[in-house]
């Protein structure tokens, strides 16, 4: 038998969020004991966040891009912004990253008020790539990590660093219309992080990369994150979201619809149901369960899916799974973010 | 700045490290000179085309009987009265052309058709018109029985060489053609210069917006020090290039000079006599193309032309750089290109007519203080000397201009850089100066 838990990563940022939910309390009740308000006096925010934005705004004509969008992205954690396309992801990445300005609204970055200066802390990987096709790899990574403030002979340092770690050294002084589009692609990230960001914003940023190239960005990812970067996603590939993102952010419209640890919300959304597996029919005739739906699997397995009205009868219905005989799974039936996603949205309209 | 630094030295160095442009740096001036030489060996064959053309004619008037035999190398043979028998005789190639002079009286000159098989050449055509109406006019004065040399006399060759004096009395020669010719040959560079290099930065704008790079850099620099940066990395190219081009042909000046000895050089400089002794021992006579261009205020054109060029070009390619920046793809920008090069070309026009006409005049004045054409119209003017006064004016008009226009188009190009889609019409383009962030 074999019980389904949680994977590594998600299990992981469960215990880190945690965390942050307790600082967080932390924080809220001394600032209550003092009688201070909670956001105005830095010193008592123990709970840092890299980006907040409070009741942004932004309207393109009649279209509102942002309607009043409030959240916060906890330092040193990995936040998804999802929401289908024209939902207005890039509008809020847009006034992030200072390209553009809120109409009202305030954003702040580690706490201040979002300065240019802040921009260069940043590094932003568009959706639609792009790198200048007549220059070379290492010119790239140089021109890149010039315009973000830093110094030369470090960026080379830096870049030398990363194309030895990509096994792409030889590549250096190749032309970009030289290249493959996954190699484009990898250069397009190093063009993104050289500067050592310490909030990185991914927009999309598997769409393109063939399986292998993929697992190596999202590690390379993962190891950023865990020297400290905080990392924003902007996607609507939910399989990433699940294994990746700690907390996350839906919104559809230019309005926020849900928010939250991605932990919890799978929580929140979930609607008492338990799944049983097994290798063969099952009837279910004589245990007072009756399972809601049936589903074949192509690897041979049969899932039933149960509801129960009161969580505490699960034990019960264990029982009752393992005497039907030749169980081999069960689980509760967290919703995945894919259909909290799809829920939401499709609700929204 | 430092921001505007980095752009700047991006868009200089990948430039000129480019293959194209330095050949194009090397070889610029040589094939000038070759395309010139073509040029003028064309020309010079052409004028001197000495191999013998057969010609029939007829003659309605009756007038030519007879007198019409041999010019030049135009041998005349009268024609058949069958008329398509004489339009075969061209056609086969038997007679270069038919000429038929249908005018009775002779009063005009243009009555005469020319049948050839291939266009006769104005050089050609010139000859044979002054050539007819020369007999004409001659006949019609010996008609009223005026001798020959009486007709020779009354009309003398004049040429004349022209002579500037200063208010010190010094006196050198000079050449209004020259002068027209030095001047427009240095504003056609600060016209090609502005468009080949307009189009660069234009170019650079959409190759940033539809390689989405533009997203990426506008995070981290702002759009105006991006657009700045380019404008100036394009401007230093073409200043680079340029700067190679003077460079290469002033090394081959000197080479040739040294080959071919340097005394039309010291000719000249004795040449610029102070007055005083004999009248004749002071003007200088020799009207040599040469010292005309010894005796040009060189310093004076050079420097015009180096602020006219510099200035002229960040005004115009700021305009393309918002261009370049408003719309998604190349294939739109004719619209807006047109509109931008008609001031240019407004002052080629009056740079042909007035300045030409008179330098120092009132049209000439106005056009080369307006902004949009002074690059040229006052670049045309340099070699006559132009008014300090004016020149200060002009410089002033043209600088405040771009620092208008350089604020108008960086706002446009902010807008639009993040706009893709539909090409903008003129009236978004108004919008977006005025849109904020």
């Known amino acids: 038998m074999q019980i389904i838990t949680n994977n590594r990563i998600l299990g992981y940022s469960a215990t880190r969020s945690l965390g942050y939910s307790f600082t967080r309390l932390l924080g809220y009740s001394v600032t209550r004991l003092l009688h201070l308000p909670v956001p105005t006096f830095p010193y008592f925010r123990l709970v840092a966040y890299i980006l907040e934005a409070e009741n942004l705004v932004k309207t393109f004509g009649t279209t509102k891009a942002a309607d009043h969008i409030s959240l916060q992205i906890p330092e040193q954690s990995i936040y998804g912004l999802l929401g289908p396309n024209g939902a207005g992801k890039t509008t809020f990445i847009r006034m992030a990253t200072t390209i553009t300005q809120p109409d009202s609204g305030i954003i702040k970055f580690k706490g201040q008020r979002l300065h240019e200066e802040h921009a260069l802390h940043m590094g932003y990987m568009p959706e639609e790539r792009g790198l200048y096709k007549k220059m070379s790899v290492i010119d790239q990574l140089l021109f890149f990590a010039e315009i973000k403030g830093m110094k030369r002979s470090l960026a080379k340092e830096e870049a030398v660093k990363w194309l030895t770690r990509l096994d792409m050294k030889s590549w250096a002084g190749k032309k970009l219309e030289e290249l493959s589009k996954g190699m484009a692609q990898k250069v397009q990230f190093l063009c993104t992080i050289i500067h050592r960001p310490e909030f990185i914003i991914l927009d999309e940023p598997f769409s393109g990369f063939d399986p292998v190239n993929a697992d190596l960005i999202k590690d390379l990812i993962l190891e950023l994150h865990t020297q400290g970067a905080s990392i924003l996603f902007s996607t609507h590939r939910m399989d990433n979201v699940e294994e990746l993102c700690e907390f996350l952010c839906i919104i559809n419209h230019g309005k926020m619809v849900l928010n939250g640890e991605s932990g919890n919300i799978r929580r929140r959304m979930f609607k008492n149901q338990y799944q049983a597996g097994y290798l063969e029919d099952k009837n279910f005739s004589n245990n007072g369960f009756e399972p809601i739906s049936t589903e074949r699997l192509q690897d041979g397995r049969v899932i039933y899916t149960f509801y129960l009205e009161d969580n505490k009868d699960r034990e019960r219905l264990l029982q009752s799974c393992v005497a039907e005989g030749g169980l081999v799974l069960f689980t509760e039936d967290l919703p995945t973010i894919h259909q909290i996603f799809v829920d939401t949205v499709t609700a929204e309209s | ?437």
């Open chain 2, 1 to 437: 700045m430092k921001k505007v630094w980095v752009i700047l030295k991006r868009e200089y160095l990948t430039r000129v490290k480019n293959k194209t442009f330095i050949w194009m740096t090397i070889l610029g001036p040589v094939l000038i000179a070759v395309f010139y030489g073509a040029i003028f060996l064309v020309a010079a064959r052409d004028a001197g085309d000495k191999t013998p053309k057969n010609i029939l004619y007829s003659d309605e008037s009756g007038f030519f009987r007879g007198r019409l035999d041999t010019i030049m190398n135009f041998h005349f043979t009268p024609a058949m009265v069958n008329e398509s028998e004489n339009l075969k005789k061209v056609s086969s190639g038997e007679f270069n052309a038919y000429m038929i002079i249908e005018d009775h009286d002779l009063s005009r000159i243009d009555s005469v058709k020319w049948v050839s098989r291939k266009t006769m050449s104005i050089l050609q055509q010139e000859k044979v018109s002054s050539w007819l109406s020369d007999k004409v006019y001659m006949s019609r004065l010996q008609g009223l029985g005026i001798r020959q040399g009486v007709i020779d006399s009354l009309r003398p060759k004049t040429s004349i060489s022209t002579i500037e004096i200063d208010e010190s009395g010094l006196m050198k020669n000079s050449s209004s053609g020259l002068k027209s010719g030095v001047g427009m040959a240095a504003a056609f560079i600060i016209y090609l210069f502005i468009f080949l290099y307009g189009s660069m930065v234009m170019r650079s704008a959409i190759e940033e917006k539809t390689s989405r790079i533009v997203e990426v850099i506008v995070s981290s620099v702002k759009p105006f020090q991006m657009m700045l940066g380019k404008i100036l990395g394009v401007a230093l190219v073409g200043l680079t290039q340029f700067a190679t081009w003077v460079l290469l042909s002033m090394i081959l000046i000197i080479s040739i000079t040294t080959i071919f000895g340097s005394n039309v050089l010291s000719q000249a400089q004795t040449q610029n006599l102070p007055v005083g002794g004999p009248m004749k021992q002071q003007i200088p006579m020799e009207n040599d193309m040469f010292m005309a261009f010894y005796n040009l205020p060189h310093l004076e054109i050079v420097l015009i032309f180096l602020v006219f060029f510099l200035l002229g070009f960040l005004l115009y390619s700021s305009m393309f750089a918002a261009i370049g920046a408003a719309v998604s793809q190349e294939t739109d920008v004719q619209q807006f290109m047109f509109p931008i090069s008609l001031p240019l070309i407004f002052g080629f026009v009056i740079a042909q007519t007035s300045v030409f006409q008179d330098p120092n005049g009132p049209m000439a004045t106005i056009f080369s203080l307006i902004p949009f054409t002074s690059p040229i119209v006052m670049v045309v003017r340099s070699p006559f000397g132009v008014p300090p006064i004016e020149l200060m004016l002009s410089i002033s008009l043209l600088l405040l201009t771009f620092i208008i226009f350089v604020w108008m188009t960086g706002r446009i190009y902010r807008v639009g850089i993040l706009m893709y889609g539909k090409k903008p019409t003129w009236k978004q383009l108004g919008k977006w100066i005025f849109m904020k962030n």
